[in-house]
């Protein structure tokens, strides 16, 4: 595994930093950074969630159900999807510095035409814009939330309405980087942390929120953010994760991330999509972060990387059982739309499995462009909704394994078993 942090001290140039030679966190694990800072996203160098914190996103997922303007429960109401952050912030999210309109390859864009996502009650809102750094979100009475307020109220709905948000903020022209107690990352965890105070006071029926550091910045060709302050953003947000979760356990307040019991302070935290790979070297999920991705300053995403981080959100949110229920309308496995996942989206699933460039209509229901047994397990946990007019039969499943490559099929016999097992508990 790769450790050389040293090598984050080159200088900015567009043309030769294709890699850094650093450890993406979350494939880090246990190992350290700088000899100090665990990897992985979640705490033991894991990026699991643990339990705890999860059951308790769980119960805020449940709540996020559409209020009116007044903020009470209203099955004709909406509620708002909100982002906070900076320039890369409103690029990646709508394209345009503006709270609706957006441009069709950035995560608004990718949202608005995918059919089984909630268009119904949830308003996706582009609360950030260019030159809004962190310490302009970090206290309640900064002029960004007044103008968020108002950009609300002449798009018909409240704050009392806003009940998940996207955060990713920085800092221009970092100077400092770990382990010193005064560096950019460090910064980071304070003004995320009041920032999630802010969000609390604001925002009294937000639920959830999520964080995401900065993408690769080994382009750079300006002092705006460049390496290894990008890197470092990410273990900045993981210890704010990490302070709600050691709080929650009994483990005291974060001395520099501050109070955030999830119960009076702040919302409940977790992370979003992890964006950062080390450039041109592949993360191990296959991320890289192309020059073409990034704008000519070798900060800003290009379409290409708005695209990018459009997806990484997408496949977050329409995949997190943490998120799923109120960001789609359909069930995963629900392939033609009609409210139930059936026999129907079997066979649709059995048709393209083991294909590309398919759609949710084709059962591409993780959004990875793909037909795989992903698709097929995000089926299996949906199976039978609702009452069938019968249930798969052995032929079924025969035609089925007919269209998996041959190296795949030892890894049905679980979810196939499970599958069979769960029909006949709910069929009892």
């Not at 005064?182 to 964080?211: C, K, M, W």
């Amino acid at each position: 595994m790769r450790r050389y942090p040293f090598l984050f001290a080159s200088s900015l140039c567009a043309c030769c930093a294709t890699s850094r030679a650093a450890t993406p966190v979350n494939d880090l694990g246990t190992g350290l950074y700088l000899n100090q800072y665990q990897g992985g996203l979640y705490p033991g160098g894991s990026n699991a969630m643990p339990a705890p914190h999860a059951a308790l996103g769980a119960s805020r997922a449940s709540n996020v159900v559409p209020l009116n303007a007044q903020g009470q429960p209203d099955p004709a109401g909406k509620f708002v999807f909100l982002s906070i952050g900076m320039s890369n912030t409103s690029q990646e999210f709508s394209g345009l510095n503006h709270p609706t309109n957006f441009q069709p390859w950035t995560f608004m864009g990718q949202a608005a035409a995918h059919p089984a996502v909630n268009h119904s009650s949830m308003v996706m809102f582009n609360g950030a814009r260019g030159g809004e750094t962190a310490a302009k979100w970090d206290s309640p009475t900064d002029e960004n939330y007044a103008r968020v307020a108002t950009e609300l109220a002449q798009a018909g709905l409240s704050e009392q309405q806003v009940r998940v948000a996207w955060v990713k903020v920085a800092n221009p022209n970092p100077a400092v980087s770990l382990p010193a107690g005064n560096s950019d990352a460090l910064t980071l965890v304070r003004q995320t942390g009041s920032i999630l105070r802010t969000l609390h006071a604001r925002y009294p029926n937000l639920e959830q929120v999520f964080l995401s550091s900065r993408i690769y910045a080994g382009y750079a060709t300006t002092t705006l953010n460049p390496e290894p302050y990008a890197y470092e953003s990410g273990f900045a947000m993981k210890r704010v994760i990490e302070a709600q979760i050691n709080q929650t356990s009994g483990g005291g307040v974060d001395p520099i991330a501050g109070n955030l019991d999830p119960s009076s302070a702040a919302p409940w935290v977790a992370w979003g999509p992890y964006l950062w790979a080390d450039g041109t070297n592949p993360r191990s999920d296959g991320l890289v972060w192309l020059p073409t991705d990034l704008q000519s300053d070798g900060t800003h995403p290009s379409q290409a990387g708005q695209t990018k981080v459009g997806r990484l959100l997408m496949r977050h949110f329409i995949n997190s059982p943490l998120a799923e229920d109120w960001f789609l309308d359909y069930a995963q496995g629900d392939a033609n739309l009609d409210g139930t996942v059936n026999l129907s989206d079997f066979n649709a699933l059995a048709a393209n499995f083991g294909q590309s460039g398919r759609t949710w209509q084709q059962a591409d229901f993780t959004y990875d462009g793909q037909v795989t047994l992903d698709d097929f397990n995000a089926l299996a946990a949906n199976f039978g909704m609702e009452e069938l007019a019968r249930d798969p039969t052995p032929e079924d499943w025969s035609a089925l394994a007919s269209a998996i490559p041959e190296p795949a099929m030892a890894l049905w016999a679980v979810p196939l078993t499970m599958l069979s097992h769960r029909r006949r508990r709910r069929s009892g």
